[in-house]
């Protein structure tokens, strides 16, 4: 039978199986980073584990956004002039220009998609307790980061839609008490939203929150490297016990995540060929059109604080996502399963509907 | 306890598959690599060289033509991108206006015999420096833009 | 202070006697001036044929046009000029001082008529510029005695009648000296005089329509009022209230559908739903204070006041060159404009062409039978100008272009549409697109000049135009398809690769399965 490693070839130096490469091949020798790969891939997982590939889809999205990220601002030009013209530019007269734009726009959805999944599947298999505190405190970090990702990224074509829609969201900002007014003004770079907001926006969006997600990325990814998967079975805090059964995280489970990474491709395709970006009229800061509404991602907050106090619908989700990030350490209950954790998961359950009526309200 | 790295791959008995066979999957398995890298190779390279039309891509200035394109006491139409922009020439200098007629859409011209901007279609009547409405239907004057001129040639700014 | 009944009568014979003496002594002197051959007010025209009241003639589109034939017009006999106002009298002298206004003090007691009355007064500009009771009816503003401030003495005159109330508006109303610091026109007199209203008024007719009728009398207020009768918008209303009533038109044999006809018409709709000032009321096109139909010849000129380009364009056809040619009416009617396009240039079917409906056998001359455009479906080319004429094939010329170039617009738009809701960007046809439309709203005024090069230049740039954006929209069209088939290519290959990974997962797994002796794992 044509093993796996004769398909694959094999990567583990010294001690590989028959059929094996040579172990000092010609850019081992050079390199030797034959060792370092296999210690990354040659580890095993529970075979209960469950993820649904939701993290592997964030972060091969993350990747897609940086590559289209790059090439969108080969073209861009992140002055109110030049905004506008070169996002049209780029939709309309690069070739392909459509598709980078369309997947990059598509792109940020879906990652945000697949790390909210992501979130409520770690939440659902408890993967957030016994030792993984500081792992959920790093993911906590990275969904902030990608959420920033979106807010920033959403004013650079600076349209109407991107220009009133980041009005309305710094001024929630705003809205925050003791510090708004000074937050309001970082965020902007002034007052308004002028030239200066579109500077540091392109700034952040391009520079700083990229590198601040690769480096949180890379803890994150160690972490996980160390703990391994988590078992949604049983819970482990000292690390899979001796007799647990595991499966191999090379090939078996890297192949899945490979034919998820391919699936979620194809949607990007047909959403980008099907729905491209649009673009409206140029921002006009003298002419609010008749409906803003931020992006999708934060219709529940606009949603919110319609219906209650500005105070209340500011501190709240402060008080929620803070709740959220510090989970592991208020969450003292052992158990993973979901019928041991009724109260955590009926609240759960409960902030996820919620946040799912203040969406779709929002978006009516 | 650790995740238990492989240290060997056990020795796996052999359920004979035919060379053949074995070769397909491994062609397989190349022309999906290659068909991958060819299908996202593409559309990067394809974005990458740089289209003919660079009109746009000034983003921010467009030239409208020269000194000698608009005499004094004339006025010439001139696509800035997608909008129309009517560029005059009067005693008070160049000054350039949406050429869209804010009475209903119509594409204004410089009436040569009034010395201003008019209206074909209605007869509204504008003023050529300032773009205020001087007669007829329309309700509003017309949007001003950036007009500047360097040496002989004359730049509308987009804004 | 309540007057005694028969002094109240005797006061009011004396007021009428006085009146009727007042007439009596206008007509004399009229008469006398007019068998001098001198006339200070302009003479009446003769009332020549014209879309107007005399017999013969029919007025336009209204319906009921018979009425004209089979009642007894009361209109001035044509050729001969007919009595005319009076000239302008001086105003009431009246004593006064600054300040006293005892009439508004006593009437403002009497009932609630009176009181009513005063209030209007009070509130209104009259009241407001110190204009008093005394002004209009004379007496004595400054006594509380009836007697002394109803006397005529003191020049009281009671409620004037309608043909004297015009005098007394106009005693003040045509003093430039006194009006100049209201910038009030001084000529409504003069004009009131050469209307139908006033001819008719000066013959003994006090039905119809006088300075009080409009203006209103105790509550008068600015015509820029927007509460105002004579407010443009509420135009229309005012002069339908007697225009409309059958009972008061009939024996002048005056149609009363004019006001139902105009408020469905493209004026009526937007100076009544769009309160658009700029459309026109009664008054715009048969004036105000010389109000009566504008002749035949006159009607150009009158649709030209708001409609100036088309009247130059009108003016460069064979047909403005005519004496009996259309005019805008012909074609367009009167109360009853429409909204029009090219498709309204022919009959469907061919009409029926009796060749004397428009030439006179007798006197070798063209005619044209106003009856003949009555209906809505007959104002087209093809009623005058019979389908193997020359005229008929220049027309047909241009419905031709215009239908064509109407089509290759209306084909781009949507085109442009189609491309917009796939996600294409397609502003930058709006320059093309905007550039056709400019060009097909100029090739449809230009069908006035009835020349088909004019028409033909500014269709065949619209066509040009409109096939730029087309194409333009046609490339985005082909575009988004080429998009969809790529897809669904890398679809295609994505789906395969998929495939092939699956081959090997397949592979792997049975590997595994044999390596540990149970069952295969997912």
């Not at chain 1, 020798?29 to 997982?45: C, E, K, P, Q």
């Not at chain 1, 598709?99 to 659902?124: P, Q, T």
């Not at chain 3, 209104?124 to 005695?145: E, F, I, L, M």
Request: net charge neutral; aromatic share 6%.
């Amino acid at each position: 039978m044509a093993g796996r490693d004769e398909v694959l070839g094999a990567t583990t130096a010294p001690h590989s199986a028959v059929g094996a490469k040579p172990a000092d091949t010609w850019l081992e020798r050079r390199t030797g980073l034959g060792a370092l790969s296999g210690a990354l891939l040659h580890v095993r997982i529970p075979i209960e584990s469950r993820t649904w590939y939701l993290g592997g889809l964030t972060l091969f999205l993350f990747g897609l956004q940086i590559a289209t990220g790059t090439l969108l601002a080969l073209y861009y030009k992140p002055t109110p002039d030049g905004a506008y013209d070169s996002v049209k530019f780029i939709t309309s007269g690069v070739t392909f220009g459509w598709l980078i734009r369309s997947i990059h726009h598509w792109g940020a959805n879906l990652m945000i998609i697949c790390m909210v999944l992501h979130v409520v599947r770690i939440f659902w298999q408890g993967a957030y307790k016994h030792r993984r505190e500081v792992l959920w405190l790093v993911g906590a970090g990275l969904l902030v980061v990608t959420i920033g990702f979106g807010f920033t990224g959403y004013l650079l074509p600076w349209d109407q839609r991107a220009f009133w829609a980041t009005t309305v969201g710094t001024e929630i900002a705003g809205s925050v008490p003791v510090v708004g007014d000074s937050l309001l003004n970082l965020l902007r770079g002034g007052a308004d939203v002028t030239e200066a907001t579109l500077s540091r926006f392109f700034g952040m969006h391009v520079l700083v929150l990229p590198l601040l997600l690769a480096a949180l990325l890379a803890v994150h990814l160690t972490i996980v490297h160390h703990l391994g998967l988590a078992n949604p079975k049983k819970a482990e805090p000292n690390g899979p016990e001796p007799g647990g059964k595991l499966k191999p995280f090379f090939p078996n489970y890297v192949l899945d995540e490979v034919i998820a990474w391919y699936a979620v491709l194809a949607i990007l395709v047909i959403l980008a060929s099907v729905l491209p970006a649009g673009l409206e009229d140029k921002a006009n800061a003298l002419e609010t059109p008749p409906h803003i509404k931020p992006e999708w991602y934060f219709l529940f907050l606009y949603e919110l604080l319609k219906m209650v106090p500005r105070l209340v619908g500011i501190v709240l989700p402060g008080i929620a996502l803070g709740v959220l990030a510090l989970l592991p350490f208020l969450d003292r209950n052992p158990e993973v399963r979901p019928r041991k954790r009724p109260i955590a998961l009926g609240i759960g359950l409960l902030t996820l509907a919620a946040i799912a009526v203040l969406t779709v309200m929002g978006a009516g | 306890m650790e995740l238990e790295r492989t240290e060997a791959v056990p020795a796996v008995p052999s359920v004979g598959i035919p060379a053949g066979r074995r070769t397909f999957l491994r062609w397989l398995l190349g022309f999906s690599v290659f068909s991958t890298l060819a299908m996202v190779a593409t559309p990067v390279l394809g974005f990458l060289v740089p289209p003919k039309s660079t009109s746009n891509q000034a983003g921010g200035r467009v030239l409208a033509g020269t000194t000698a394109d608009v005499p004094v006491g004339s006025g010439k139409v001139v696509a800035m991108g997608s909008t129309p922009v009517i560029v005059t020439n009067t005693a008070q200098g160049f000054h350039a206006f949406s050429a869209v007629c804010t009475h209903l859409g119509c594409i204004v011209a410089f009436d040569s015999t009034l010395g201003q901007i008019g209206c074909p279609c209605h007869g509204g009547v504008f003023n050529a420096s300032t773009g205020a409405v001087v007669s007829g239907p329309p309700p509003a004057p017309l949007k001003p833009v950036t007009v500047v001129v360097e040496k002989d040639q004359i730049f509308l700014v987009n804004s | 202070m309540m007057p005694t009944p028969r002094r109240d009568v005797f006061a009011r014979l004396t007021r009428r006697a006085g009146a009727v003496a007042a007439i009596c002594l206008f007509v004399a002197v009229v008469l006398a001036r007019t068998a001098a051959a001198e006339s200070p007010t302009p003479v009446v025209p003769t009332p020549t044929p014209s879309p107007a009241a005399s017999a013969g003639a029919s007025l336009g589109p209204s319906a009921s046009l018979a009425p004209i034939a089979t009642a007894a017009p009361v209109t001035t006999p044509s050729g001969s000029p007919g009595p005319t106002l009076p000239p302008v009298p001086k105003p009431i002298v009246h004593p006064s001082d600054a300040s006293s206004n005892t009439c508004y003090d006593c009437h403002s007691a009497v009932n609630a008529t009176q009181a009513q009355i005063s209030s209007q007064w009070s509130d209104s500009v009259h009241g407001k510029n110190g204009v008093g009771c005394a002004d209009c009816h004379g007496g004595d503003p400054r006594s509380t005695s009836m007697s002394v401030a109803m006397s005529p003495q003191a020049g009281f005159i009671g409620k004037p009648s309608k043909a004297v109330s015009v005098g007394v508006c106009g005693s003040c109303h045509s003093d430039a000296a006194r009006m100049a610091q209201y910038q009030l026109a001084t000529d409504e007199y003069a004009k009131y005089a050469t209307s139908v209203h006033g001819q008719l008024l000066a013959a003994g007719d006090s039905r119809v329509a006088a300075c009080i009728d409009c203006h209103g009398s105790h509550d008068i207020k600015k015509a820029s009022d927007p509460t105002a009768a004579v407010y443009p918008l509420n135009v229309p209303k005012l002069c339908s209230s007697c225009h409309s009533n059958t009972q008061l038109m009939q024996p002048y044999g005056i149609p009363t559908d004019q006001y139902a006809i105009y408020s469905q018409s493209v004026h009526g709709q937007d100076l009544l739903q769009k309160a658009d000032l700029r459309a026109p009321t009664c008054a715009s096109c048969h004036g105000s204070h010389d109000a009566k139909p504008p002749k035949s010849s006159d009607v150009v000129d009158v649709c030209g006041k708001c409609h100036t380009a088309t009247q130059a364009l009108y003016e460069k056809s064979r047909h403005s060159t005519l004496d009996v040619g259309p005019k805008c009416w012909t074609c367009h009617g009167t109360h009853d404009v429409q909204p029009t396009s090219e498709d309204r240039l022919f009959h469907p079917t061919p009409p029926t062409v009796n060749c004397t409906i428009c030439h006179d056998p007798v006197t070798n001359t063209f005619r044209l039978k106003t009856e003949q455009f009555a209906t809505d479906a007959d104002r087209r080319c093809d009623t005058c100008h019979h389908s193997a004429s020359a005229e008929y094939a220049q027309a047909s010329g241009i419905r031709d272009a215009l239908v064509k170039a109407s089509a290759t617009y209306d084909t781009a738009d949507a085109k442009l549409q189609q491309a917009a809701a796939l996600g294409m960007i397609v502003t930058d046809a709006d320059v093309a697109l905007t550039e056709a439309r400019t060009d097909l709203i100029q090739a449809r005024a230009a069908v006035h000049t009835t020349q088909l090069t004019d028409v033909a230049t500014l269709t065949d740039a619209a066509v040009a135009k409109a096939g730029e954006a087309d194409a333009f929209a046609d490339s985005k069209l082909s575009e988004s398809t080429f998009r969809r088939e790529a897809m669904v290519a890398v679809v295609i290959v994505i789906a395969l690769n998929v495939f092939v990974l699956l081959a090997v997962r397949r592979r792997i797994h049975r590997d595994d399965h044999a390596a540990e002796g149970e069952a295969p794992v997912a």
